[in-house]
């Protein structure tokens, strides 16, 4: 009798020792929330720093895109040229021209020859001469939205409206604002078309560039630059 007492207990005292050295469901249910619990709060705590650091990484590629497109615009601008030498038999005045037009609302359009195309292929037949034209325009997905689009066409004719390749230089902005230098009256001017009389064969000193950009109903910033032209007058090999 004394043995099967002895027995019973200390299988009694080792249960309670297999069941203090581990957890219960509950207690497990209960760690896990407070695990969970602790994780949510230091989560929330790091979420705005991931927003913000997304913010400013937003920001930066927008910034740079925009410096981008000032800065290309500034430079192949800068090397707009005038050329006498075309087929007179063939056409009844030069290919080249400049032809910048005033629109309302800051939308301002720019189409002109210009030095400076970069050949992305090796054996392009292609030159470093080329049509270049700025215009702004909806956006065909986002509607509302205005882009700054660039078009450029390499060959040189007399279709220099027509063609080329179009692509968007600046995303989401409000206008396009060209101003041009009259050297010879010391003024700007809104409009410069090289097919007028008065600007035939004449580029002017220089171009002052100025994009809004922002979306539509907002105050819009202002990015403004100027850039001189390097050959005001056209180019003869004749001469």
Request: proline letters at 3%.
């Amino acid at each position: 009798m004394r043995a099967s007492m002895s027995l019973a207990g200390s299988l009694a005292g080792a249960k309670r020792r297999q069941r203090s050295g581990g957890f219960t469901l509950f207690e497990a249910m209960v760690a896990i929330s407070i695990m969970a619990m602790m994780g949510a709060l230091i989560w929330g705590s790091f979420a705005p720093s991931f927003a913000l650091r997304d913010e400013v990484e937003k920001q930066g590629e927008r910034d740079e895109q925009i410096r981008g497109a000032v800065l290309r615009m500034a430079h192949e601008i800068s090397m707009a040229f005038l050329s006498n030498d075309y087929d007179k038999g063939r056409y009844r005045e030069m290919l080249t021209l400049f032809d910048g037009r005033h629109g309302s609302g800051g939308h301002d359009t720019l189409t002109f020859t210009s030095l400076a195309h970069e050949r992305l292929y090796e054996n392009a037949l292609e030159s470093d001469q080329t049509i270049i034209g700025y215009r702004v325009l909806e956006d065909k997905i986002i509607s509302g939205q205005y882009n700054l689009m660039r078009r450029e066409k390499t060959v040189i004719d007399d279709q220099w409206d027509r063609g080329g390749d179009e692509e968007v230089l600046c995303e989401d902005i409000q206008g396009l604002v060209l101003r041009y230098w009259d050297d010879a009256k010391k003024e700007w001017v809104e409009d410069w078309n090289t097919k007028d009389v008065e600007r035939t064969g004449v580029l002017p000193f220089r171009a002052e560039i100025t994009l809004l950009v922002g979306p539509v109903g907002t105050t819009p910033q202002r990015f403004v630059t100027e850039t001189q032209i390097f050959l005001p007058t056209p180019l003869d090999r004749t001469q």
